[in-house]
């Protein structure tokens, strides 16, 4: 190899070596943020006290068999489907239940529609998430199941993240709702603890009471667990007892939910 020749070359490999570095820095695209995990309302009383990504639609879906002094009901789909409009609004949409009765005198048939809105308030000073919820339901269901009015409520649900896969929350509810074609006041509070036990699975113990203007308090411990197949899929299970007299014997329900991301944000 002559002098020049091999002088001539040096420029030529380094203009190679140039431009497969660029080819290589621009074909690496920077580090995408993962989508959160999913979270969900169900399957315990209590709402969850954040909103669904903005730009997602999350499908959440269930069965609850229950056995009530003597007479057994059997509901699906308990559909609660939710769409992210911001970082912190959420629309939400309650499908009609369908109910289905066993023994008794329970009627079978559609339950009413709602609809509302989740805005996020939190993070709160002392860490801890909370938001309002505001909706009302629609008399769209069947004539022995529908409360033939427009039923509005508003629910207020908060949590806090504790140490070593620890949580707590709860909601205050208010209900006005219509029985006998006349309103009757329900009061709800809730409150949960709730541990991680591995990263896709939690368990729960919950309290929840309804307390009416009219009629007994309706009390019950409810107790349960969610296992996240994937970061936006979710199946749960969970049962419970009445703790007053005017509250179910005692049920069982399973659930499945699905999280939909970026259907029309970037």
């Known amino acids: 190899m002559s002098l020049f020749t ?4 040096r420029p030529a490999i380094l203009l190679l070596l140039l431009t497969g570095l660029s080819t290589i820095c621009n074909s690496q695209s920077p580090p995408t943020v993962p989508d959160p995990e999913i979270v969900t309302d169900r399957p315990d009383v209590t709402e969850s006290s954040i909103v669904v990504p903005n730009g997602s639609a999350q499908i959440e879906n269930g069965a ?3 056995v009530d002094h003597g007479a057994q009901t ?3 789909s308990e559909s609660l489907i939710r769409f992210g409009v911001s970082t912190k609004t959420e629309i939400r949409l309650v499908l009609p239940e369908y109910f289905r009765g066993i023994t008794g005198p329970d009627p079978t048939g559609f339950g009413d529609l709602a609809m509302g809105m989740k805005q996020q ?3 709160v000073p002392g860490s801890f998430d909370l938001s309002v919820i505001v909706a009302v ?4 269901g069947a004539n ?3 409360s033939h009015r427009f039923d509005p409520f508003i629910k207020f649900p908060w949590s806090k993240e504790l140490k070593s896969g620890w949580s707590i929350g709860g909601m ?3 209900f006005w709702n219509t029985d006998a074609h006349r309103r009757n006041g329900d009061w709800e509070p809730t409150f949960y603890v709730e541990k991680e036990i591995t990263k896709p699975l ?3 113990a919950e309290y929840a009471g309804d307390f009416y203007h009219r009629g007994g308090p309706k009390e019950i411990a409810h107790f349960g667990t969610a296992y996240r197949i994937t970061s936006t899929q979710q199946v749960d299970f969970h049962f419970g007892f009445g703790i007053s007299n005017a509250a179910p014997q005692r049920f069982f329900g399973i659930g499945y939910s699905l999280r939909i991301d970026k259907l029309w944000s970037k």
Do not use: E, K, N, Y
């Not at 091999?6 to 070359?9: D, S």
């Not at 339901?137 to 769209?140: D, E, I, N, Q, V």
């Open 137 to 140: 339901s629609l008399p769209t």
């Open 64 to 66: 609850t068999w229950t």
């Open 202 to 204: 939690d368990v729960f």
């Open 74 to 76: 059997f509901d699906l």
């Open 144 to 146: 022995r199941i529908s």
């Open 172 to 174: 205050q509810s208010v």
């Open 6 to 9: 091999a002088r001539g070359r």
């Open 121 to 123: 308030i939190g993070p």
